[in-house]
């Protein structure tokens, strides 16, 4: 089936530095899938911050960015200067593409960014 | 704004009793899903639907029941509610399209 997988749980940033969060995807059943990040600040609900439905495009939001890499299904999450503010846990996901609406998380990323 | 609301927020059942769990949406939106999430496994899907009367399984229907009435509800039901079933359940809705979906705030279920 289809999945997605975040290799790191936690990350801890210092405020300032660079930062990439790692997502890779598996979609068998789905040729070309759109990618999502979603983001959830402490206290807040579940929200998009970017998506991506075109193989080789990139998405930014909020200072972060995310390319669509289909030869290596990949579609990590990158910021080049972390701020305190940017502190939640962060979701990488896929759904189909034609037609398609199951949509299918990863385990997530805590992002800490150190004062 | 779109909006996502879940009832009960928080919940405490006893082993094999029955557990509903409600969300409603004023979105306007044709999908509906239900999440359930673990400590490091993220979102899970358990149901979902594209249409009011019909739902689907996701990835984890097991012990899990759906309902969808019309476009604006769905529920989740445990018929037989177990400890393993102990989780923050999420709803979430879908326009048409390229699948981005609104949250609702969580409904915490302890299965004791």
């Known amino acids: 089936g289809d999945s997605v997988t975040q290799t790191e749980g936690q990350v801890t940033v210092s405020e300032s530095k660079s930062l990439i969060i790692n997502c890779t995807y598996s979609a068998t059943s789905i040729g070309y899938p759109n990618l999502f990040w979603y983001v959830r600040y402490p206290g807040e609900g579940l929200q998009l911050l970017l998506k991506v439905i075109t193989a080789g495009q990139k998405g930014s939001s909020r200072g972060f960015e995310a390319t669509y890499n289909k030869e290596a299904t990949s579609f990590h999450l990158q910021k080049a200067s972390v701020q305190e503010s940017d502190s939640a846990v962060y979701y990488c996901a896929l759904s189909g593409g034609t037609g398609g609406y199951k949509v299918v998380f990863g385990s997530g990323t805590r992002l800490l960014v150190s004062p | 704004e779109a909006a996502v609301t879940q009832s009960p927020r928080s919940k405490v059942a006893v082993t094999g009793g029955k557990v509903t769990l409600s969300c409603h949406q004023t979105n306007n939106h044709d999908y509906m899903y239900w999440y359930r999430q673990d400590t490091g496994h993220g979102l899970r899907l358990i149901h979902y639907?594209?249409?009011?009367?019909?739902?689907e399984k996701g990835d984890i229907p097991d012990g899990y029941k759906a309902s969808r009435p019309s476009q604006e509800n769905f529920s989740l039901i445990l018929e037989l509610a177990s400890l393993s079933q102990t989780a923050v359940y999420f709803c979430?809705?879908?326009?048409?399209?390229?699948?981005?979906?609104?949250f609702g705030e969580g409904s915490k279920l302890t299965v004791l």
């Open positions: 979430a809705s879908s326009g048409q399209g390229a699948g981005q979906l609104y």
């Open positions: 639907s594209y249409v009011a009367d019909s739902t």
